[in-house]
């Protein structure tokens, strides 16, 4: 079959789901509801077996070369557009594709543990076919609560979750991603506040969302600015116009960044340095008034490569080498909010609050790994300043979590802490350049961790409890359930008979540690030796707290026998997925298993162009070593030995520190908790974070909301009131001065004088005719007399 | 019949409607409000019909369905005319305004319950009016639509408001009329600038926007002068950041049609007026005032949302949110280029509908628990699936969720800020417009924050209401209140799924203001503007200009 067919197959894959969703929520209430449980199943078992084709088609076209790093084996992505969304100027917004090994790899990845997680869940959701009664929360009159039951509107929002989570691997631009990115988020939103009546479950869900919000607001920067600089949203060149030939218009951001004329360097794009420039270019501008703009053209293609690079020698200011800085770490912020790193890793546990098939699926094997997926995917576009700030941001996060797995009690809780601990192996093993290393632990973590939480899930089904404190001792009334479990122990901590076969676990570990131990050997010091010395103790750390939690709970003897005696095996629906995970948890990372392709080979077809070779920093002091540095048959003896021992050696010792606890008792759990108190307690309060963020971050938000609502109202509305007022009283005073004083006080005065006069005149008259004759006399003589006179 | 014909009818017909609600005053309650519901659904089925004929790809220079009358007759040397037409940037405002109507009809069924003859017939009065401003091409009769909506909401929220009504209505009036007064002024102060120009006394919009083009108002401190006094009435009704608080005090007073319009149309004509006049008629000055517009308009994107974090009433909540809102679209817009605008005038839309729906929805929460507490509410969903269905779809519409209508709005304003910031900034400002456009999308979490916030207190958790609401049963969504969220939701998805539509009808028009405020900024910096592949085929161009180069 042909390579065509692969966007077809994988859009095909994508839009499944999404149509189970539209399903579901057209006709889902007037149906039973387990046929929408049915439906979402088949549309994703689908989607995995179209996933699976697209495996097959891609190996037959590329085939994998044994598990070595071979340049060669890069295989270019296909890329193109399903649908042209809208055109502003050069701006395209898309629907597209870009499908390389990863994305496939991905794609049947997150299909595979859907499928399994779908089928395990219509065992363990069956509560909900019913009236369910709900005994968290309590109604004012003191009895729990009974609410319908909800299958189908939680298969419905499974399946919204797999179409964005496959839509992201699948995305072809950034904008695309973004979106999917917020779907992720909305999903994962509605499936942690599953349990809607419950205060902390919706408390939960508000906090993964505004958590993740903050990271999508760095992203967005990032993401911006990325595309102010290099005016396209897409990731791969595709030829637009059909004319065989890729133009400056055509290109994706990966070949804008990296082009191949620099034999795919890390450039500085155009864009950026004209934008960091612009005041150099505009004294050329002014200096030149009669320039034309073809002068000023060639003036800036002439100038670009030294405003790029410093000038001639390299000393000078890098133009526009900070935007593409501050554009990456805008992006990892993003990933950060996505993958619960530090420190945004505080919505993760809680988002435990989700049934756990929600967990398994949301929290382990998919959404979490989107940001460590997109990590992945940007990596071409990551100056070493970014990787360092990843690397530093994945040691802090991975030391943290696994030290909180250590304390906490809640069975979900570790295995919560234990994904943010493997993300920080998976960030770490990026920031110090390994990229396969990082994308190798993403699949095989995410077959351990979907294992693990669903064996969690088979435990709580039977005992409908979380706390650890009440089991023990299952493993006799569930053997399946425990043996896949300790398949999934053995998995993460990756033991291994070394050099001969391990769990998949065991080669992505070891990866890691072989290139933070390269890293180290470049980098002597604080930060390289750290880096190395926190991947080696984390995976002691890994090994006590996941043997604690498995014997803890399978082991020794049972600590509430109430519970242990209704306790039961889970029915097959849910024990089957179980196995099929445990098979992949045991062998997907095999180096070329039964002569198959290795997953390795596979990956490194993807691997970014020019992501391969030692990169060094001109702003700070460090060497990323080449990833296949670590795997040279020249340092066989000097890196991949001594580390794979010392992996070994600190696996071991975790797992006999468990063993002393928790089996033999030769140490005593409460002795040492008792010894450390101050640090137990610190620990058991996750580090105080989030009672720290509430003091530093949410409250003083709401102090400032609060004085923000007092000075609108007091000063801004009040200065409108009061010049109201005194508008109003100016009127008033007005009208006293003006129209009652001045103008009215005239006339009326006039009139009140006029009518004075009147009033005065009155009295002459009498109504005497004879004394107005004499009036008249008086007058006429007066007359005569005057005019006589003069 | 033509569409000029169809475009007077459809502003006729409410007027008409409003005649007959006086006149029918002796009737019942239902005869009442079904008459006014009818008058609203023929309007609105006209404007479906204008929508349907309007050209795909926009209109440029003459508008869509133009119809004159020389008001005074031909031959009066004042050419005051009553001339309508609509463009890509009305048509759209238009639409939402009959849209709208109905569903403000529809949330008072039954929560007015005294003279519903005088309270319907206000309410299309109101609608008369916006449409009017909407369609006018003519100054005079702009400007008397732009008053005229003022005095019916005067008497909706004075009559039919809540407590504090008529201090609400004062408010309201006199702040939004001081404003509109120097707002009068300015736009004379165009029409005889043009006058003295080309000799001809013309109030026309169309051709003062042209003659402004070829002789602009001169010197630019006279620009600026008259932007100033546009500034006062248009801001004033945005309403922009500090001039908003007459804003949550209308909103919390007025009956929810009120607020359903006000939120809706009203404010809408704030930022329409400083597209049709500040932008297209006084470019210099624009260009000019663009940082400032900027700093007021994400002022207000985050100031609104702080203050809405810290309410506890849900309409103050909302109103607040709609100030937060509004700087976006004026963010959009004031980015002056063609993503921005297009942006902004999509939020406008985007706003209208998804604010003017949660207002609705607040209000049939006070019909059922006459509160607007939110810590006297708790866990609706279960009381109320749909509407809390309903909530959460507004909700989410409101915070951007990709797939509904607040992403491309928003997206498109970020993106068109970030345009202007990071590629093709005038070389004085681009420090502080990066830091607008960082700060601007620092709003898109708080927005999330206090949204979802809301609707988790009221609708999830455990069941809380107040002690008087059990004395009467709570029924969810009648049909009435169904009827009137239901196309609101269709519309979010609908623009959420294919915002091109509403796009490419506005883009001619949008892209004529764009192309002359676009010269303006490079006269005015001397910039070179420089980024690659940019919208704008011409940016990469030195222009100089003596005595507008600003340079340090």
Known sequence: ?790 | MTTGHLLVSTILVPLVGAGLLCGLSRLGRSVVRRTALGVTLVTFTLTCVLVARFPADGVVGDGFGVTTWAWFGAEAPWNIRLSVGLDGLGLWLFALSSLLMCTAVLVSWESIDRDEPLFYAMLLLLEAGCLGVFAARDIILFYICFEFTLIPLFFLIGIWGSEQRQYAARKFFVYTLAGSLLTFLSLLAVVFWVAQHTGRLTFSIPELTASLRTHPLQPVSWQLAVFAGLFAGFAIKVPLFPLHTWLPLAHVQAPTAGSVFLAGILLKIGTYGFVRFNMAMLPDATAMCMPVMLWLAVAGILYGALVALAQRDMKRLIAYSSVSHLGYCMLGLFALNRLGMQGGTLQMINHGISTGALFGLIGMLYDRYHTREIRQLGGLARRLPWLACFMLVFTLSSIGLPGLNGFPGEFLVLLGMFQRAWGDAPVVESGQLHVISVLAVSGVVLGAWYMLWLVQRVFFGPLREPRAAAAHPITDLKRHELAALAPLAALVVWIGMHPAFFLQRMAPTLDGVTAVTQESLRNRAGSVARMPGAPEPDVAQVVRQEGSTRVR
């Open chain 1, 1 to 790: 079959m042909d390579t065509s067919l692969l966007p077809i197959l994988l859009g095909i894959a994508v839009l499944l789901p999404l149509i189970s969703f539209f399903v579901i929520l057209a006709v889902g209430r007037w149906w039973r509801p387990v046929l929408g449980g049915y439906l979402a199943t088949a549309a994703i078992m689908a989607a995995g077996l179209l996933s699976l084709t697209s495996l097959a088609i891609w190996l037959s076209h590329h085939p994998v070369g044994a598990a070595g790093h071979h340049a060669a084996d890069q295989a270019g992505p296909y890329v193109g557009d399903y649908y042209v969304l809208g055109q502003f100027g050069a701006l395209r917004i898309t629907i597209g594709y870009y499908i390389d090994s990863l994305t496939i790899v991905m794609c049947c990845l997150i299909t595979l543990i859907a499928t399994c997680i779908h089928v395990y869940a219509l065992g363990y959701m069956h509560e909900e076919l019913h009236p369910v009664t709900d005994h968290e929360v309590t109604l004012p009159d003191g009895s729990p609560l009974r609410r319908p039951g909800r299958f189908s509107n939680f298969f419905q929002y499974m399946s919204l979750f797999c179409f964005s989570m496959l839509g992201l691997v699948l995305a072809g631009n950034v904008a695309m991603v973004f979106v999917f990115w917020e779907l992720v988020g909305i999903c994962s939103y509605f499936l942690i506040g599953f349990y809607v009546e419950r205060k902390s479950a919706s408390n939960a869900a508000n906090k993964a969302f505004i958590v993740n919000r903050i990271g999508d607001f760095g992203m967005l920067v990032g993401m911006m600015a990325l595309w102010g600089g290099m005016g396209t949203f897409a990731f791969g060149d595709a030829d637009l116009n059909g004319n065989g030939s890729i133009e400056r218009s055509e290109r994706g951001l990966f070949s804008l960044v990296r082009p191949a004329a620099r034999e795919h360097q890390l450039t500085t794009p155009e864009g950026l340095v004209l934008a960091d420039a612009h005041e150099e270019l505009q004294r050329w501008a002014l200096a030149h008034p009669t320039a034309t703009r073809g002068d000023f053209e060639s003036y800036v293609a002439g100038e670009l490569d030294d405003l790029r690079d410093g000038g001639p020698d390299g000393s000078g200011r890098r133009y526009g080498y900070w935007l593409l800085v501050l554009a990456g770490i805008g992006i990892f912020c993003g990933c950060v909010g996505k993958s619960a790193q530090f420190p945004l890793h505080v919505w993760l546990p809680d988002a435990m609050e989700g049934p756990t098939p929600v967990s398994a699926l949301v929290h382990s094997a998919t959404m979490v790994a989107a940001g460590v997926y997109l990590v992945g995917r940007f990596y071409p576009v990551f100056a070493p300043e970014v990787l360092l700030v990843i690397a530093v941001t994945g040691g802090i996060t991975l030391f943290l979590a696994a030290t909180i797995a250590l304390t906490a009690t809640d069975i979900k809780r570790v295995l919560a802490y234990s994904t943010v601990s493997q993300l920080g192996y998976m960030m770490l093993a990026l920031g110090v350049g390994g990229w396969l290393a990082g994308m190798l632990h993403l699949v095989t973590h995410a077959f351990f961790k979907s294992l693990l939480f669903l064996c969690s899930g088979s435990v709580i089904h039977a005992l409908h409890s979380n706390e650890m404190t009440v089991m023990g001792g299952l493993r006799k009334k569930m053997p399946i359930t425990a043996a896949t479990m300790l398949v999934g122990c053995l998995a993460i901590t990756g033991l291994s008979i070394p050099f001969v076969i391990g769990l998949s676990g065991y080669y992505s570990k070891d990866m890691i540690l072989e290139q933070a131990f390269s890293f180290a050997r470049e980098n002597p010091g604080l930060l390289g030796d750290g880096f190395f010395i926190v991947a080696a103790g984390g995976a002691a750390m890994t090994a006590f707290y996941m043997f604690r939690l498995w014997f803890l709970t399978f082991a020794g003897e049972p600590r509430d026998a109430q519970r242990y005696a209704h306790a039961h095996e889970s029915p097959r629906v849910m024990y089957v997925p179980l196995i099929i995970l445990a098979v992949f948890a045991a062998g997907v990372a095999w180096p070329a298993p039964f002569g198959w392709p290795s997953l390795q080979g596979l990956l490194e077809q993807a691997r970014p162009a020019g992501t391969a070779v030692t990169a060094v920093s001109a702003h700070v002091p460090f060497v990323w070593p080449s990833e296949y540095i670590a795997h040279d048959a020249a340092n066989y003896w000097s890196i991949v030995v001594p580390v794979t021992w010392l992996a070994f050696l600190m696996a071991v010792a975790g797992l006999l520190v468990a063993v002393a606890m928790y089996v033999t008792g030769q140490l005593s759990a409460r002795e040492v908790s008792r010894q450390f108190a101050p640090l137990h307690r610190f620990l058991l309060h996750k580090w105080w974070f989030d009672e720290l963020y509430d003091l530093l971050f949410v409250r003083p938000l709401y102090v400032v909301a609060g004085w923000c609502a007092a000075i609108d109202r007091r000063w801004i509305d009040g200065l409108i009131d009061h010049s109201a007022r005194w508008t109003a009283r100016l009127a008033a005073w007005s009208q006293w001065l003006g129209d009652h004083t001045l103008i009215d006080g005239f006339v009326d005065r006039l009139a009140a004088w006029t009518y004075r006069v009147g009033v005065s005149l009155r009295s002459l008259q009498t109504g005497s005719l004879r004394q107005y004759v004499l009036f008249l006399v008086i007058g006429v003589v007066a007359v005569f007399l005057i005019s006589s006179f003069l």
